[in-house]
């Protein structure tokens, strides 16, 4: 019997320049198939998707981490790389920078580190695509936060919606 159990509702719009929608609980996102496919090109692609999971999966696992062990972080954000070869073969690098609070110790800074790393070994879906053959790496950064608002400026710079 399964433990849990996720639905999610799916619903296409004409023909393959068409595009879809994908509803879950706490997700709602539009898809489309890849101009260079013949579509439109006005959603997520498969593959975008898939690394989606991988960079939410490692991203709340890392933070799990860090709040768990009562670490003194006041943010993080993070720029992940999926490079797809001509054989369709897939790696995925995420580049975590995790700020912590000016009182933070030498200690606090070599955990942190190394939690970085250790997130991905607990991230069941990173795990799972390691399985499958894609290679999943992570090059993290810690830095003191020195009072900017370093968080609101990659938000702005990256066109998040916040």
């Known amino acids: 019997m399964a433990e849990k159990i996720i639905n999610m509702n799916t619903v296409w719009y004409k023909d393959a320049k068409g595009d879809g929608r994908i509803k ?7 898809i489309a198939i890849p101009v ?4 439109s090109g006005k959603g997520a ?3 975008q998707l898939l690394i989606s999971s991988a960079v939410a999966c490692y991203t709340m696992t890392l933070a799990y981490m860090l709040d768990k062990n009562k ?14 070869t001509q054989g369709d073969q897939l790696s995925i690098t995420h580049r975590p920078h995790v700020f912590l609070n000016p009182g933070a110790t030498h200690e606090d800074v070599s955990m942190t580190e ?7 070994e607990n991230c069941h879906i990173g795990q799972l695509l390691i399985k499958a053959g ?10 003191i936060d020195s ?5 609101s400026s990659y938000i ?3 066109g998040l919606e916040w």
């Open 71 to 84: 670490l003194p972080v006041t943010g993080f954000f993070m720029d992940t790389e999926g490079n797809i």
């Open 114 to 120: 190394d939690f970085i790393q250790k997130a991905e």
């Open 36 to 39: 260079p496919k013949g579509g």
């Open 147 to 151: 009072g900017e608002d370093l968080t």
């Open 134 to 143: 894609v290679s999943v790496g992570t090059q993290g950064k810690v830095t």
């Open 156 to 158: 702005a710079e990256h």
């Open 45 to 47: 692609e498969p593959q």
């Open 24 to 30: 879950s609980d706490n997700l709602q996102t539009q």
